[in-house]
């Protein structure tokens, strides 16, 4: 279940956010789509609890975030949360298989048959002995879905999954992260401009 | 270079540099300053004052390593203990100091001819060879690397007319090289060297003061290397302190993306402050290697050139603290890009794309 209620959100009292209510009951994903320089990250940044609002309240999973404290964010966000970035992150000095591991660590949640399974299914299991410098954009987007994914979040943020994907791709990434959501009873946001996703989500909000 | 110095609290010898003196007696490494009389000698040996003396001639080699007459009771100055065989009996039997044996693979038994001089290839004395008849353990000191026998091989060995026969008034004509000197009492050592430095024609020598005044001229270079030496370790600080807040830079997506994974801030710093105590420490450790390496060398040099080596491999206690303090430096480095940990904006470095 997800609620959000009066969200609002300004950079240094310049530039001013004022976001739509969110209302997802479970299993319910949404798709929020919208033009560049509307937002769209920013409200990707308040769900994740990286960014605080000025005013209003967020409810994901029973609890408001916005009042918990940073550490709190912290456990709360490698228990609950997911997030694909626009532009792939990674510990470059690291593997794929070392990145997931990684990811792993932090949230205590060592599990090998887990990894394999999850490269498996975004078809780099090939790569997983590569460093993430040497995978192409396309593997490097599937292997940061890896990364959100691996740790079983309740919730999924995908920030722009689909931009640098082909149509062939666009549909595997998206049919995965609902496929993920659905096999771990997680919700699935997706923030976009890509209107090809459009056809897959039945709930969608325009910003 | 103390053990050296044990039981030795002045030297007597022809007059010269004091310093020369001691080097050629008590370490053996530098030339003699000439020879003085056994009678004068002895005159000193019986002052009330002196507690035990033992009189030396050397300017003989072996391969090198120095033949040293001696009375007996030089050996057990040194505390040197027999491996094997006793001391000599008869003139032209000798005893060999562990290195020496251990160099040119010198057995019980083995005989070989001197060279004249301090030097390998000087004159050699042909006509008559020395019988090895005991070997020495190593007591960490200079007698380690001399070959000891009587004064009457040496002055045997030395005097054309072949008279073997070593009486009283033979004696008196003889000469020494030098005489180790011990007081009854400490206080001695201060008017008994200048007695003998006023009232005869020979030189005296304290070795402790000598050797402290040869340090003090070393002194300088010392303390010039130890003021460069910490100069290259606060530029280190500084250039590790630098190299950490640049890779935290070029990282600072990885610490971003460890953050929105849960990772939390303490998680964070403590990275960033093992990293940096592994390079310090590691730096201590190749540091460590390194100097031992140098010393190596330095002492491969030393042990050519006047056959004394340093055996310091032991960690010191000057480098107990250079670990407190590498890893101090270390921990000091870490504590800006720890602070910029926590004071990391998540949001803004994912969106600056």
């Not at chain 1, 666009?170 to 401009?193: D, G, N, P, S």
Request: net charge positive; charged share 25%.
């Amino acid at each position: 279940m997800i609620k959000t209620k009066k969200l609002e959100f300004s950079y240094d009292n310049q530039e001013f956010f004022k976001f739509h209510d969110i209302n997802l009951k479970k299993k319910e994903n949404l798709l929020i789509i919208g033009k560049s320089g509307v937002g769209k990250t920013t409200l990707l940044h308040l769900l994740a609890g990286l960014l605080k609002s000025s005013s209003g309240s967020i409810e994901l999973c029973g609890k408001n975030i916005t009042s918990l404290s940073s550490d709190k964010l912290d456990k709360f966000r490698k228990n609950n949360i997911g997030i694909v970035f626009q532009r792939p992150h990674f510990v470059n000095s690291l593997t794929v298989k070392e990145n997931l591991q990684l990811a792993q660590y932090i949230a205590n949640k060592k599990n090998n048959f887990r990894i394999e399974s999850v490269l498996k299914n975004l078809n780099i299991f090939d790569k997983a002995h590569n460093k993430t410098n040497s995978l192409s954009q396309g593997e490097k987007q599937r292997a940061s879905i890896a990364m959100a994914i691996i740790n079983s979040p309740k919730l999924i943020l995908a920030d722009e999954p689909s931009s640098s994907l082909d149509d062939e791709n666009c549909t595997r990434v998206i049919k995965l992260l609902k496929k993920q959501a659905r096999e771990f009873e997680a919700q699935l946001i997706v923030i976009t401009h890509d209107s090809r996703l459009k056809k897959h989500f039945e709930k969608s909000i325009e910003l | 270079m103390n053990n050296n110095l044990k039981g030795i609290d002045m030297v007597v010898g022809a007059k010269g540099s004091p310093l020369q003196l001691i080097l050629s007696s008590v370490y053996h490494v530098d030339s003699p300053t000439g020879n003085i009389s056994y009678k004068e000698a002895d005159e000193i040996s019986k002052n009330k004052m002196v507690g035990s003396s033992i009189k030396l001639l050397y300017g003989d080699n072996y391969k090198g390593f120095r033949i040293v007459g001696a009375e007996k009771k030089y050996i057990q100055l040194y505390g040197a203990v027999f491996k094997k065989g006793n001391e000599w009996n008869k003139p032209f039997e000798v005893v060999v100091g562990s290195k020496v044996s251990k160099e040119l693979k010198i057995n019980l038994g083995d005989e070989f001819v001197s060279s004249h001089g301090l030097r390998e290839n000087g004159e050699s004395h042909d006509h008559k060879s020395f019988k090895v008849v005991g070997l020495l353990e190593s007591s960490n000191s200079v007698i380690d690397q001399l070959i000891i026998t009587s004064p009457t091989s040496v002055w045997n060995i030395h005097d054309d007319h072949d008279h073997l026969d070593d009486d009283e008034h033979q004696h008196n004509e003889k000469e020494i090289t030098a005489m180790l000197i011990k007081f009854k009492s400490p206080m001695n050592i201060i008017q008994f060297p200048r007695l003998i430095n006023e009232k005869t024609n020979l030189q005296a020598a304290v070795p402790s003061y000598e050797i402290s005044r040869l340090f003090k001229l070393f002194g300088f270079g010392i303390e010039t290397l130890s003021y460069l030496a910490y100069i290259i370790i606060i530029v280190s600080g500084f250039s590790l302190f630098i190299n950490l807040f640049n890779s935290m830079n070029d990282r600072k997506y990885e610490m971003a993306l460890i953050r929105t994974l849960g990772g939390s801030r303490l998680q964070l710093s403590k990275m960033i402050i093992f990293e940096s105590l592994i390079l310090t420490i590691s730096g201590f450790l190749l540091g460590l290697l390194f100097s031992r390496l140098g010393v190596i060398l330095v002492s491969s040099f030393m042990e050519e050139s006047i056959n004394y080596d340093l055996n310091s491999f032991n960690i010191l206690t000057d480098e107990y603290w250079l670990l407190i303090l590498s890893v101090l430096i270390g921990l000091v480095a870490s504590l800006i890009p720890v602070i910029q940990v926590y004071k990391m904006n998540i949001s803004k470095i994912l969106s600056d794309e």
